[in-house]
């Protein structure tokens, strides 16, 4: 007996009426029993199970298909590796080739990484060229480098309310190069838009709403993407994340149970309304008649259920022939079973899914016919390897690089070509490429089985990998060879170079167009006062340059195509500073980059000779006063000038008295000695304008610019007092000298040095003549004029 109950109940159908007639049963007693306040309880606790039941219903379905979607454009996105230019370049045909995505999506965009439109799918020529770079789904895409579901928003080529699913694109070194973004609409045409016309009851429906409070779905026309209300509770409380089922009072015109539930693949809630009319509306007709026909209810509806489970799970039976033919290959059909619309649903799922199971097979037969197209053609190796490291597709560029065919390559480890001292590191390398899915880039050697010689080569090996599992290797390999001679070819002529720059004395800087240094030898190392390295510092950081006391930046000399030989001053970082002679020359280095070569010769040496030169050509050695030279050219340059318009310049002759007497009795040293401290005398008691000069032996001159006859007398007479007090002694002897001084004024018409100086030498022999020891004044008309004192007379 339990035997056939088992088997009974073995069967789903058997399962299912017993089911449904035990809550039937339950449901009819337990009304009849608890009357009808009871039942009222009950059937809108059952209303809300149902509810919260299409809720969840709905939105796992939504989950299911946002999901799916989610996962191609991840997938898709994930293909498309390869550098910006490549991607943007083919863009349009990649779309196109998505059909997996184009029957998930109503249209596929492919954005480059400014925000710029490079295609559509279904192609949409107002849009492309767009900057969608202010979009939200763009920035946060952009930000976070992850597949997103976005916010609605309006579309711009179709101005339809809409969401996008978005996925970053990657070069080989992860850099985001492009987005690859599918919109699904809002309206009817899609899954999301046909829940508007999915009815709940007769007049309940389901909507959805966005946590950040937008409406997504509302039967009533213009509501999509408008702000939801806030002043229901339930709102708020389904956009902070809340779900379940409320009695909301006098919402609209009646009251009505509503479910939220909450979505897992976005940031959405579904909502599923119902009257309350509409859903207690049986407890008033159940209440009347349940007692009465619960019994013939209970009496016909085993059979009934039994015939009618048979026939509705009939369908399952077809779908499950129908699909074991199709996997053995007995059916090429589509499956094609009836029965209520959930089975529907679930053959259209299968035949989709097998579709886009097709789809993707042919899309990879396609892209490996296009990847071994394109390494057929590829002028540079690429190996493909298992997880084990054997050869598993070699181009022809990798075989003339190693000299062996393919047919010996094929099924063997990559290793085996590899020079035997490199072989644990291409090793190791290859095996972290595995595990982290990263890509390495490394230099190795090979043989040449041919010439039997090593190939130096650079090699990038990036992973293959699914979601779940590493299914080998692809490397690209490139013969550097030739390459690294030439390198060890330039560094030879560049150390070459360093060495004869490093044993010049001459300081040698190389500076790019921003003035950062390239190059430094150590003198001009010892110029910047640097001990450590200056490469990739600002050569004007270090050191401060003045040409003729003004100072000179890096814009000063790049305006220059060369300097030669120019004179200046430079300060170093140490507050140390050098006279230098300094050559600057242009040049267009590698790619054309502009290039500055500073030289630096210390030239303080020089400078200080020329400057001494200078001094004793124009300075009287004994007396350190300026010479008969300097003296005429200071005049000639003071007449040249002219007389102008204030005090007239002055010229004074001095002549000394007695002097011979000091020499001849006391000796030439005496003699030097007391010229020395005449010319200490002169150079105190006249201004510092003025000029004083030793014309040669005994005689003095003195220049007085803008001075005027008047203070020159009153100066003159200054100089012949103090000479005149002036005593020096020497073994008991005093000896001492007067002056006889003559002064005439420079005039306008004075067209020579000879005709002023021969004006004071006049005055000065009239001083003379007269008894010495006095100043005489020479002025054009009257001749000398006496300017002392009756004592001076005496």
Known sequence: MLEKVRRWFDSLKNRAVGVVVLVVVLITFTATLIGVSAGRQGLENQARAQLATHAGIIADSIDAKLAERFSAISRVARGLTMNEESLMGRAQLMLERQEALSSLFHRIYLIDSKGTMQATFPRASNIIGSDVSDRTYFRLTSQQLTTLISEPFLSRDEKLPVVAITAPVFDHNRRMVGMLAGTINLDERSFLGQLKNLSIGETGFVGMGTRSGLTLIHPKQGRTLTVIETDDLMNRAAQDGAEGVALVEGLGVVDRLIAFRQLNEAPWFVTVSLPTREAFAPIRQLSSVMFWVACGVLALFIPLSLRLFTYLLNPLQQLAEQIRERHAGRRDKPIDVGGGQEIRELVDTFNQVRQEREAARFELEQQEAYFRSLSERSPVGIVQTDVLGRIMFANPAFEAILGVPFERLDNQPILSGVHHGDRERLRADWQWVLQTGDVRQSEYRLRDNQSNRVIWVSMTTSAIQTQ???????????????????EAELKVARDRAETILGALHEGVVMTDSKGRISFANPPACKFMGHEDKVVGQSLF???????????????????????????????????????????????AGEHHVDQYVFVMRDDSERRRQEERLSWEASHDALTRLSNRRAFTATLANLIDQGAGDGNASVVMMI????????????????????????????????????????LGGDEFGVILPGCGIDRASAIAESLRSGIEALVLEQDGRHYSVTASIGITSILSSDGAVKTVVARADEGAYAAKSQGRNRVIVHTVGTGPVFTGDEGDRA
């Open 541 to 587: 950081n270090l050191i401060s340059v003045e040409v003729e006391g003004k100072p000179w930046s890096f814009d000063d000399f790049r305006k220059e195509e060369q300097l030669s030989d120019l004179d200046a001053s430079m300060t170093n970082v140490r507050r140390d500073t050098y006279e230098i002679e300094l050559t600057m020359v242009h040049t």
């Open 468 to 486: 779940d599992r590493s299914l080998g290797t692809v490397s690209i390999i490139r013969d550097i060879t030739h390459e690294l001679e030439i």
């Open 655 to 694: 002549d000394l008295d007695h002097f011979k007497p000091v020499n001849d009795q006391g000796g030439h040293l005496l003699g030097d000695e007391l010229l020395r401290h005449l010319a200490d005398l002169l150079r105190s008691r006249v201004r510092q304008s003025d000029m004083v000069a030793r």
